[in-house]
């Protein structure tokens, strides 16, 4: 029988390491009242935006809005039905139905297109995910607002409503 080597560390004093502790915390605290009491002092510049009713005026095409369906050069949806957005959301909140197109092209649609925005964290996954650049995440939408459930769930038809803002309507080339 071996017998087991046990090396027993002491946890030294805690008493600097306490004061050190105490020490930054009263010097995080000293620069939060420093920059409260320089606010509180001209509190005319500081600047705020009245929203609603001012618009924030640094958002770039960049930050991702509402999501939409986007639309081949002939009208049709542009997506294919393959489920990768759906299979990339970390969140589940895309549901799709597929069915067989009936305009004689050799693809899928989908029958419905789901994204519940409870769930959505919006983090562009399934945009990224999409092959054939058929969801979009660039309406300018960024407030979303409802009394019920039900305004929240995005379903095909309005998704396709969506146009772009940013003047990238139809496609990335």
Known sequence: ???KRVKRVSRGDTGKGGS???????????VTLGH???NLSDIRSVETLEYPEEEPG???????????LTHREDGTIRCVACFMCATACPAGCI???????DDGIAEKMPAKFRIDLLECIFCGYCVEACPCDAIRMDTGIFS???REREDFIMDR???LSHRGA???EDSRG
């Open 144 to 146: 979303i607002i409802g």
């Open 166 to 168: 940013f003047g990238e």
């Open 95 to 101: 549901s799709i139905e597929a069915m067989e197109r």
């Open 20 to 30: 050190r502790y105490l020490s930054a915390l009263a010097g995080g605290m000293a």
């Open 58 to 68: 640094d958002i770039t095409s960049r930050y991702r809005g509402l999501h939409r």
């Open 36 to 38: 409260m009491l320089g």
């Open 157 to 159: 038809d309005r998704l």
């Open 1 to 3: 029988m071996m017998q």
